[in-house]
């Protein structure tokens, strides 16, 4: 899959699992784990679809998050195998799912590029902005929140296959929706390190003329 539908899917899988969890979600760590399995593609020492994209990797590498946070972990998790589970098992090329044990590839080989691919892709593109906009979740991208900056990691699987066609070139009918990801990522990281910057130094400045004030007080006493 390309970035969208890795973008759209591990979003909707975390969406569903945190509803039936009850639990609260970070949108922007969810989107981030959701393609974080092809940080592989910048590594020349990895092999693509290898380690970073093995069941029994990922699950080693959550036991610290499922014994601090439990239930709560359940639907990052989700975010992250889906992108190896379902996505890149299906289309694409075959995938190391048990590495290290084995370094056999699994895979339905679908055409990354074909119809088949480019319409799931778009459904499920479809699918995740219409929860966003129903659930109002997408406004949280537009407030200044520290997290929103976790966008960094995932922007460039957007940008570069987009504007680059580096790793992949993309399709003519997805370069909207990588687009689409492109600006809401760019605009929720400016609008943090703008208005969130400022708040902080706002924030700093007045603790520091409350303790000046404090200050004064105690000197006046008698």
């Excluded at 044990?101 to 895979?107: M, R, S, V």
């Excluded at 679908?110 to 109002?136: C, D, H, Q, W, Y």
């Excluded at 929140?145 to 009918?173: C, D, G, K, R």
């Excluded at 969130?196 to 000197?219: D, F, P």
Aim: hydrophobic content about 50%.
């Amino acid at each position: 899959m390309y970035a969208v539908g890795h973008l759209a899917l591990g979003y909707i899988c975390g969406f569903v699992t945190s509803k039936k969890l009850k639990t609260s979600l970070n949108i922007p760590l969810i989107l981030l784990l959701s393609v974080i399995p092809d940080v592989d593609l910048l590594i020349p020492q990895l092999q693509h679809r290898g380690p970073t994209h093995s069941i029994i990797a990922a699950t080693v590498f959550f036991i610290p998050f499922f014994v601090a946070y439990h239930e709560r972990a359940i639907p990052y998790f989700i975010a992250l195998t889906q992108h190896f589970l379902i996505g890149d098992l299906i289309i694409g090329g075959r995938v190391q799912l048990f590495w290290p044990i084995t370094t056999q590839g699994y895979g339905m080989e679908i055409g990354i590029r074909s119809p088949i691919n480019v319409t799931t892709e778009s459904v499920l593109f479809i699918i995740a902005i219409a929860i966003m906009l129903k659930t109002r979740e997408i406004n949280v991208l537009f407030k200044p929140l520290p997290s929103n900056l976790l966008l960094v990691i995932p922007l460039p699987s957007a940008f570069l296959p987009t504007f680059m066609n580096y790793p992949l070139n993309v399709p003519i009918w997805l370069i909207p929706p990588h687009l689409f990801y492109v600006f809401l990522f760019l605009a929720s990281i400016l609008l943090y390190l703008f208005k969130g910057s400022k708040s902080v130094i706002h924030r700093v400045l007045h603790q520091n003329n409350v303790q000046g004030l404090n200050r004064q007080k105690l000197i006046r006493l008698p």
